[in-house]
């Protein structure tokens, strides 16, 4: 069965950094492409960042060059990096992959950024 679990999300003041973790289970995310989607309270879910399976890397230009994504196939775990966070980044985040043509979502981690 695949899972995807999210975790590391918290409060943070502006201007602080946190790390978000994209833990795999039943599915090898180092051959598969994994994206970052976030969504805002009153939001629709937007797309942040994507790792493709050959390690090439987008950015939303909203978080680029705040943000960075980026895998360790040992932990068969994405991460996704937030710097400089702002109050505008406040959401709850999902990692996101696409496998044997179904599409599997974490339950999502709360990030809330502090003025």
């Known amino acids: 069965q695949v899972q995807l679990v999210e975790s590391g999300g918290g409060l943070v003041q502006a201007g602080e950094s946190l790390t978000l973790s994209c833990a795999g289970t039943g599915i090898r995310l180092s051959a598969n492409g994994v994206a970052w989607h976030r969504q805002a309270p009153d939001k629709q879910r937007e797309w942040v960042a994507t790792v493709a399976a050959g390690g090439a890397t987008n950015y939303a230009d909203s978080v680029n060059p705040r943000f960075h994504i980026w895998r360790d196939n040992d932990r068969n775990t994405v991460f996704l990096q937030m710097n400089s966070l702002q109050p505008q980044d406040t959401a709850v985040y999902f990692c996101?992959?696409?496998?044997?043509?179904?599409?599997?979502w974490g339950q999502g981690t709360q990030v809330t950024v502090s003025s």
């Open positions: 996101n992959t696409l496998f044997r043509n179904r599409s599997y």
